[in-house]
Structures are given as C-alpha cells and as structure tokens.
C-alpha cells in the first residue's frame, strides 16, 4: 500500500476561496517533506521543503503567504492555497523521504481546479 | 541550487528499438539520480536510480550510467515495446534534500 497518502485528490473551489491539501507519511515518520506543483505537460516544479516544526523553505517565486504550509507533526504537512485564483489550478504533489532506508516516496496527488 | 537538463523533449522509437535520453546537472554535491516514469495525474513511478558511488546499473532492459566528471547520467532502455511510451523525468538530488526534476522526454514507442 501507500507509504505516503495525500488528500484530496481533486477539489474544485471557487476563485477567493483557500483549500488545504495534506500529505501524510503512514509507515515512517518525515522530518522533511516537499511540495510540488505540475502543470499539465510540464514538469514537477518544487515549491517548498517543509519543516517539521519549523517554518517552511520556500523556492524561489513561491509566495509564502499564497501558499502556507506546515509540518506540525512527524507525518503529516499540509499545503494551504490561500484567495485561490484560476491561474492556481494545477496538479500538487507531495513526496517525503523515510530517513532509514533513504528512500523518497510521493503522494498520490491532488488536481486543484478553481473556478 | 541544483539545475537539471533532460534532452531530448520528445522520442519517438520502433519497437525493439533502444532509447537513451540524456541529462545533465549541476550541483557537483548531488549524489542521487533517480529516474521516473509518469502517467498525467498520476504520482511518478520510480523505474531506476544511481547513486554517485556507482558509475553504472542496470534492471532487465532498463540501465542508467553517470559520469560524475562531466556531471551527466543517462537512462537506456533496450528492446522498447509499446507499453514503454510515457513521461520520463530524471532527477538529482543530494542527501536528505528535494529532488530536482529534469523537463521530462515524451517517449513514443511505435509497433
């Protein structure tokens, strides 16, 4: 089964509105997790490394207060699109790495859709 | 930070054919090379990796060289049959970090 689990896996919203995504490691527990945004046809584009227990390390041209995000457990982080817009539908992923075996698993993803 | 170049964009291929797509990147500290394969909306599936104490390794008709020097690893695929069209992405990454991505190369297996 999955190792890491990601929710929704498509939500539509109306523009202005905010959606949370969470992503939560069920086997392992993940100091660090990552955001990645996919637009169709394109590649995964790394948003943020999240912190367990701290503040998230965000790329560059990735708004902080657009996209929050926290990592307030050892297996759970959650991406919050805040005043969401339609040029903000896209495919998010999330992946975390389980430190014992040095391996990277991905959620299953989440299409954001706002109208 | 880490720049990943991944060519060809596209491949189109004969079946039994053998494909080679090609990156490079440029953090010299990175020492993990994953490849991917990806179905749209769907997460990616981790098809084979290197890490930069291995120079090559290979899985049935799948291989994956890296020259650490030159800085650029390679993914073969022998004996292509259909169900080898997809996305392919590689990646780079050091230890404990994010993986980046290549743009992806859109291989079409013809039969």
């Known amino acids: 089964g999955a190792v890491v689990s990601q929710h929704p896996s498509r939500v539509i919203c109306k523009s202005g509105t905010s959606v949370k995504i969470e992503c939560r490691s069920l086997?392992?527990?993940?100091?660090?997790m990552f955001w990645y945004r996919q637009f169709p046809k394109k590649s995964l584009m790394l948003m943020a490394t999240?912190?367990?227990?701290?503040?998230?390390?965000?790329e560059q041209g990735v708004e902080k207060d657009k996209f929050l995000i926290n990592h307030a457990s050892l297996t759970l982080s959650t991406l919050t699109v805040t005043s969401a817009h339609p040029e903000d539908s896209s495919f998010y992923i999330c992946s975390a790495r389980d430190p014992a075996l040095d391996t990277i698993y991905f959620g299953e993803g989440s299409w954001l859709t706002v109208v | 930070g880490e720049n990943v170049e991944q060519h060809p964009s596209t491949l189109s291929v004969q079946e039994g054919d053998s494909a080679v797509i090609k990156c490079t990147y440029s953090d010299s500290a990175s020492n993990y090379f994953p490849w991917y394969k990806q179905e749209l909306g769907k997460r990616p599936q981790l098809i084979i990796d290197i890490r930069s104490n291995v120079g090559e390794k290979k899985d049935q008709r799948i291989a994956v060289t890296l020259n650490k020097t030159a800085k650029h690893f390679s993914l073969h695929i022998t004996e292509t049959q259909p169900e080898d069209s997809a996305v392919y992405f590689c990646a780079a990454s050091m230890r404990g970090t994010a993986l980046i991505f290549g743009k992806g190369t859109t291989l079409s297996v013809s039969s």
């Open positions: 999240s912190n367990e227990g701290s503040k998230a390390t965000y």
């Open positions: 086997d392992f527990q993940a100091t660090t």
